[in-house]
């Protein structure tokens, strides 16, 4: 039974790139949540998906932006790079929006030059 | 609002030694408290979690937890540490009574078992 997986685990840009960044969620699970979690922090709620639209949203900026597809699997896309963007993102995924616990992926550490 | 507060950012204990990791919380309504551990270049993984009930939670790996609501705590503990125990570890709280589904995380606190 595969776990939520990210894609890629890596990923190097510059300031003012466009970034997408990718998960699948655990077999079974509808309801997909994206994090950022910074060196030394806990990770930061971004948003929500859940039946191909965005249910929930933290507080980050327009520059975040998701998607989620028929098949639940989700983008998550952030604009206009700046350095301070550079952290862990984690999706986690459950059964339903209100589903706890949440599982989550590995991550995919974004740095930006 | 929720919030949860790790007040140690490292806790250091002798592998065969009890381990209590502290984790207080704020919420306006009832508490839906949880516990995580991450290793390094991994995602977390859930340990266990409160909703109702008895106030001792047992989790994965030998991990407990023991909620006290007057004292808004949700401490982790585990009787004899093992040096493979080493890792980040969160407490994360969702107020029962707010609308969002969406826990809070503290700053997590760095758990070193020395051998």
């Known amino acids: 039974d595969a776990g939520v997986t990210q894609s890629p685990t890596h990923l190097i840009k510059t300031r003012g790139q466009q970034v997408t960044l990718r998960c699948s969620p655990k077999s079974g699970h509808d309801t997909v949540s994206w994090y950022q979690q910074a060196l030394g922090q806990g990770p930061q709620f971004i948003f929500q998906y859940y039946e191909e639209e965005e249910r929930q949203r933290g507080n980050f900026p327009d520059r975040f932006s998701g998607h989620q597809f028929p098949n639940y699997s989700s983008e998550l896309n952030v604009n206009a790079l700046l350095l301070g963007d550079s952290a862990l993102y984690l999706c986690a995924s459950s059964l339903n929006p209100s589903g706890q616990p949440q599982h989550f992926g590995d991550g995919t550490r974004l740095s930006i030059l | 609002a929720q919030s949860v507060a790790q007040p140690e950012d490292q806790v250091n204990v002798a592998e065969g030694n009890p381990l209590t990791v502290k984790c207080t919380y704020s919420v306006s309504g009832n508490p839906y408290l949880f516990w995580y551990v991450q290793y390094p270049n991994r995602g977390l993984q859930f340990l266990l979690k409160?909703?109702?009930?008895?106030?001792l939670v047992k989790g994965s790996y030998g991990f407990e937890a023991e909620f006290n609501k007057s004292q808004t705590s949700f401490h982790l503990k585990k009787p004899s540490a093992l040096v493979s125990d080493s890792a980040l570890y969160f407490c994360?709280?969702?107020?029962?009574?707010?609308?969002?589904?969406?826990?809070?995380f503290g700053r997590g606190t760095s758990l070193i078992v020395h051998p």
């Open positions: 994360a709280v969702r107020d029962m009574g707010g609308g969002s589904y969406i826990p809070t």
């Open positions: 409160y909703i109702t009930g008895d106030n």
